[in-house]
């Protein structure tokens, strides 16, 4: 079971490692679009960890599985949030107008 462990260990920091590494890589052009795949991504952990919770046993298997779903959860509308808000700054000064302007008719 030690042995486990050590492997699983060595995983994460190689995974941490090689994650760092490929993201650094990225221009900044493709951030936008990668951050919205990594999110998707991401949901589908957050299901995942939805459905092994229901299964788990043990007071610390469960409160691992609450707090990475919660960690999760936030990841997933935070990256969207900001993904949100960098299409936004694609857009142009004339598109907001356009658009700040069909806001006030529908306020009217």
């Known amino acids: 079971m030690e042995i486990d462990l050590v492997i699983q260990f060595a995983v994460l920091v190689l995974a941490a490692f090689v994650g760092f590494e490929v993201i650094s890589k990225v221009p900044k052009t493709l ?23 229901g299964d788990a046993e043990g007071f610390l298997n469960e409160l691992l599985l609450v707090i990475a779903i919660a960690f999760g ?17 694609f857009k142009g000064k004339k598109a907001a107008k356009v658009e700040q302007a069909q806001q006030e008719e529908d306020a009217k």
Request: proline share 2%; charged share 5%; net charge neutral.
């Open 31 to 53: 951030h936008t679009p990668l951050m919205s795949a990594t999110n998707a991504i991401h949901g589908i952990v957050v299901l995942g960890g939805l459905l092994v919770i």
């Open 73 to 89: 959860t936030i990841n997933v509308v935070g990256g969207f949030l900001v993904t949100d808000r960098m299409l936004a700054m």
